[in-house]
């Protein structure tokens, strides 16, 4: 299966200010999608990032909180804007092809840990 | 709406012993994949095993293996011949099949620790 590079793996940043996380991945993919996982809690689904269109949001979160770009078959960015401590989270991009197989499942980058102070 | 239900905070096996973890789902969908996921400490998830609804079959992986039953609504984890590095969060995630974008939904999640 592919291989996600995401970037930073942790920051600690003032509220107010912005974070763009990376996601990197080795070959094309059909599907991009960022997730965040709160302390000691489940994933939920940010949204999905769309190449060449406006990513597609989940109930709860909006576009000009978590801006995204996914500018190509490879690569997404996701922006948390104007920080507060509530967004201090792991976020973690992950990926997939529409192959059928099991190798082009879901596949997740190692996440960033965000802490907002 | 789909719904993934994992009623185990946590679990605790010894070494080499057998443990399974449960998980329960909601769906009107007919197509669907159903997921075990690991997270140790590195945050990095990992695929375990995956069912597809269509096939009656149990899926296996190695020392990992599931009990699906499609009319109960029921997708549990066996891990057979439990190792230290079984440690971790398991998430029970369901993804819809066909034409749809994708996602997962995720269970709570189960931790399990391993005794030596």
């Known amino acids: 299966s592919a291989v996600i590079s995401q970037k930073p793996s942790r920051d600690i940043c003032q509220r107010g200010t912005s974070l763009t996380i990376q996601c990197q991945v080795d070959?094309?993919?059909?599907?991009m999608f960022w997730y965040r996982q709160q302390p000691g809690q489940s994933l939920t689904l940010i949204a999905t990032?769309?190449?060449?269109?406006?990513?597609?949001?989940e109930s709860g979160f909006v576009i000009d909180k978590f801006p995204i770009s996914r500018p190509n078959l490879t690569f997404s960015t996701l922006t948390v804007s104007n920080m507060s401590p509530e967004d201090s989270s792991i976020y973690l991009c992950?990926?997939?092809?529409?192959?059928?197989?099991?190798?082009?499942?879901?596949?997740f980058g190692q996440g960033t840990r965000l802490t907002v102070v | 709406a789909q719904t993934v239900t994992q009623s185990q905070p946590e679990m605790s096996v010894q070494e080499a012993e057998t443990v399974t973890l449960s998980c329960t789902y909601d769906?009107?969908?007919?197509?669907?994949?159903l997921f075990w996921y690991k997270q140790p400490p590195s945050r990095q998830m990992i695929l375990v095993i995956r069912?597809?609804?269509?096939?009656?079959q149990n899926a296996t992986e190695n020392r990992f293996s599931v009990n699906f039953q499609k009319a109960a609504k029921s997708f549990s984890l066996k891990i057979s011949d439990s190792q230290l590095g079984d440690a971790a969060m398991y998430f029970c995630?369901?993804?819809?099949?066909?034409?749809?974008?994708?996602?997962?939904?995720f269970g709570k999640g189960t931790k399990l620790s391993v005794k030596p």
């Open positions: 992950s990926a997939r092809t529409n192959r059928g197989n099991r190798e082009n499942e879901a596949f």
């Open positions: 070959s094309q993919v059909t599907m």
């Open positions: 990032a769309n190449q060449g269109s406006e990513a597609t949001y």
């Open positions: 769906t009107s969908e007919s197509d669907y994949y």
């Open positions: 069912q597809e609804a269509y096939k009656q």
């Open positions: 995630a369901y993804r819809k099949g066909g034409g749809s974008q994708g996602n997962l939904i």
